[in-house]
């Protein structure tokens, strides 16, 4: 089906699809611990949601799908659990190598990937390469991601080019520093979704979402479902974005 057949059945209007969606996925510990489950179960759970909003996204016309999977904080949990999240990482890579193939999307990442263990960041790196040349959607996955190191890095880079002249102190405008970001090559999300009614940003593209519009579900992420995420895009086509501007 074609992405303006989707829309149109879907009551979206194709025109004001967002170009950039940003989620995050909050609530994998508690559907888990709500059925009595130990909290990987949720994860497991999750990670067939994953899959579920990147093909309605594609089908959608989402040019931009961004996806916090795993932030700096993270690396704090259980051993057990960041092993287990790992593993699912590694096995999304290589199950949803066909569904990426298939759907023409290309695979990005943002975040410290250099901390993922070496059997993670070889497989990532084969599905990054695999996917080099796919056009019609980048799906990001943030990895070892948070804004506040982003911004740090970013900084860095630009105090390095002042001290070695390569730029003026005066010549730092908001454009050099979207290009020190990680998120360089993509547009500013237009939307950002979080589940779980949480209220929080969590160190999630600070910079980025100066201007996005947010949408907070109480639903859980692992029962996050492709209508619920039609029924968001539907009320997003609804508002009026002013960008700061009455
Ligand atoms: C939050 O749930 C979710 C995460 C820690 C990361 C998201 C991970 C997945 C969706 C699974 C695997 C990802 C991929 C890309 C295959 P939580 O544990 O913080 O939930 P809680 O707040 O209810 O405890």
């Known amino acids: 089906m074609s992405s303006d057949a989707l829309t149109t059945q879907s009551g979206l209007d194709p025109a004001k699809v967002p170009r950039h969606v940003a989620i995050i996925m909050d609530g994998n510990g508690r559907w888990a611990k709500q059925r009595l489950m130990n909290r990987v179960r949720g994860h497991e759970k999750g990670a067939e949601t994953v899959r579920t909003i990147v093909t309605a996204s594609r089908e959608i016309g989402i040019a931009f799908l961004t996806l916090y999977a795993f932030s700096t904080e993270n690396w704090q949990r259980s051993a057990a659990e960041v092993a287990a999240l790992m593993r699912l990482l590694k096995n999304f890579l290589v199950t949803e190598r066909d569904l990426m193939m ?5 695979l990005s990442t943002i975040g410290e990937v250099e901390r993922l263990p070496e059997d993670v960041r070889a497989t990532l790196s084969e599905t990054l390469s695999l996917t080099a040349g796919n056009r019609s959607m980048v799906l990001t996955l943030a990895l070892s991601y948070g804004a506040r190191a982003e911004i740090v890095r970013m900084v860095r880079t630009v105090a390095t080019d002042v001290l070695e002249g390569r730029i003026s102190a005066e010549s730092i405008d908001e454009k050099r ?7 360089r090559d993509m547009p500013d999300p237009d939307l950002l979704i979080r589940t779980s009614g949480e209220m929080r940003i969590s160190n999630f593209l600070l910079w980025q979402i100066a201007y996005s519009e ?3 579900t109480k639903t859980l992420w692992p029962d996050f479902s492709r209508e619920e995420y039609l029924a968001i895009l539907q009320d997003y086509q609804h508002r009026e974005r002013r960008f700061g501007i009455a």
């Open 102 to 106: 298939r759907h023409d999307i290309r």
């Open 177 to 183: 520093v979207s290009q020190g970001l990680y998120t």
């Open 214 to 216: 947010l949408a907070i």
